[in-house]
């Protein structure tokens, strides 16, 4: 069974650029999350997508980011303008249901904001 | 506010040591419990999870961890760590049925 896929891998960036990451969970995963993990914290939840609608997104900066999942499969985390706060290690996970299921991880993208 | 509490930043055992890493939460409706592992390297994975029933669970590689609800705990224990356990352990824990929110971690270096 294929993971949960993102890309990039890496990306440095000035600040007040944009920037795109992209996730494919794993099939048939209709619960979808991006995290947020600055160097020695946990993760931290941006955002939760069930199928193509927003369950949580509480703790997402919403003047600079933004995410999509248009057709309930994969989805695109954005940040425009990036701040020097903003890097970090972007995680995706992908589980069966709601949250109460197993969350199986992505690699991560690591944002480097200069 | 729902908060994770992770006790020890930094562990370093030796090989056969025994291992216990403490994990508390601040939240007293239901919740399901999970501690996930990141091996050098390697993505995030789920190591044991606790929903309901028998409070002691056991996981892969010989951990197991027990949910004392009166103490809000959900300590992680090893008999007998291994070189390979060398990872960082994250304490997770679902409230509403729906949020996620992870402790800080807790690094574990095994010396051989």
């Known amino acids: 069974e294929a993971g949960v896929a993102q890309s990039p891998r890496y990306k440095i960036i000035e600040k007040r650029q944009s920037v795109a990451f992209w996730c494919n969970p794993i099939?048939?995963?209709?619960?979808l999350y991006w995290y947020q993990q600055i160097l020695g914290q946990g993760p931290k939840l941006l955002i939760q997508?069930?199928?193509?609608?927003?369950?949580?997104d509480s703790q997402l900066p919403k003047d600079r980011f933004s995410a999509e999942r248009l057709k309930g499969v994969d989805s695109t985390l954005k940040i425009q303008p990036a701040k020097l706060e903003d890097s970090a290690v972007y995680l995706c996970?992908?589980?069966?249901?709601?949250?109460?299921?197993?969350?199986?991880f992505g690699p991560g993208t690591r944002l480097t904001v200069l | 506010a729902q908060s994770v509490s992770q006790h020890n930043h930094h562990v370093i055992l030796s090989e056969a040591a025994s291992l216990e890493l403490g994990c508390n939460y601040s939240?007293?409706?239901?919740?399901?419990l999970f501690w996930y592992v990141q091996y050098p390297g390697q993505h995030l994975q789920l190591l044991l999870k606790?929903?309901?029933?028998?409070?002691l669970v056991k996981g892969i590689k010989g951990f197991e961890a027990e949910f004392i609800k009166s103490k809000f705990s959900f300590n992680l224990r090893k008999p007998s760590v291994q070189w390979s356990d060398t990872a960082e352990y994250f304490c997770?824990?679902?409230?509403?049925?729906?949020?996620?929110?992870f402790g800080a971690g807790t690094r574990l270096f095994v010396k051989a």
């Open positions: 997770a824990v679902t409230i509403g049925g729906f949020k996620t929110i």
């Open positions: 606790y929903f309901s029933g028998d409070p």
């Open positions: 099939s048939g995963h209709a619960t």
């Open positions: 997508f069930q199928n193509n609608g927003v369950v949580d």
């Open positions: 939240y007293g409706g239901t919740v399901n």
């Open positions: 996970a992908s589980s069966l249901e709601l949250s109460t299921d197993t969350q199986y």
